[in-house]
């Protein structure tokens, strides 16, 4: 019995996911040529729709790629952190994990823009992203922190205190939070 409650659940989850990625696909098309006003707001859909998706571990074909490259390059000239982002890199180095208190899966990544910053995956709250390869993309959305060798990007895991956006990494299709 419990079982089939617990079926059933999943279920639920699964149609609303599914209704609520169909909705926001035809609000999409619809607001096509809304004013320039508008393109803030579509874009919180479109992040809210990856979120949704990447919950699921599902691809997100229909989704742009959001690329902040240009604020994570503007943070590390003024030196600012805080900064939730999205976007994606080309792997330039794979280092060994960090183990000293919460484990952290080490990639270098090289920004559209020329910069390289440091992701750091919390892989203690998160799977750990197999079979990285040097030369491929990977998208992230986290939270970029100043460093002078280009920044971190952490938070890229899903928060367990509700306290944090939920970040992810997305690798040959997959999602990782």
Known sequence: MLVSKTNMGIGAVIIVLVAAYFGIDLEQQNSSDSSLTDSKSRTEVLVESEHQKAQVGTKSSNVQMHNDDGRIQQAFQEQKSNIQVQSRGLIKAILRDDNEGARHQKIILELSTGQ????????????????LQKGDYIEFYG?????AKGGVIHWTHRDPQHHHADGWLKYKGQIYQ
């Open 116 to 131: 390289t910053v440091l992701v750091a995956h919390n892989i203690d709250l998160a799977p750990r992203v197999d079979y």
């Open 143 to 147: 939270e970029y922190e100043y460093s």
